[in-house]
């Protein structure tokens, strides 16, 4: 059964930084593109950093310039570092395949929260 594990939240002043880690089993990380996703209360989840088996990768225009996403093949996981966080940036912050690549996502994670607040 693949699992996807997400871990490195937690409460951060606006400007700060966080990196956030996402371990895969299975099959699903190395032959797939991947993504970072994030869900705000009352908001969909939406799609901010994503990238393919080789390294290619694209973001949000919200988060463009601030947050790098990188993978690590090798430990089947996938990373976000986060920079120049601000409170909009607070969610929960979940990891995939990319969906918008792929054309579908496994089950979910259960998501690391990410608070950005002074």
């Known amino acids: 059964q693949v699992q996807l594990v997400e871990s490195g939240g937690g409460l951060v002043q606006p400007g700060g930084s966080l990196r956030l880690s996402c371990a895969a089993s299975?099959?699903?990380?190395?032959?797939?593109?991947m993504g970072w996703y994030r869900q705000a209360p009352g908001k969909e989840r939406e799609l901010v950093a994503a990238?393919?088996?080789?390294?290619?990768?694209r973001y949000a225009d919200s988060v463009k310039g601030r947050f790098t996403i990188s993978r690590d093949n090798a430990k089947n996981t996938v990373y976000l570092q986060m920079n120049s966080l601000k409170p909009e940036d607070t969610a929960v912050y979940y990891c995939?395949?990319?969906?918008?690549?792929?054309?579908?996502?496994?089950?979910w994670g259960q998501g690391t929260q990410v608070t950005v607040s002074s």
């Open positions: 995939n395949t990319d969906l918008f690549s792929t054309g579908w996502t496994t089950p």
């Open positions: 299975g099959s699903i990380f190395s032959i797939n593109p």
């Open positions: 990238i393919t088996v080789g390294g290619s990768t």
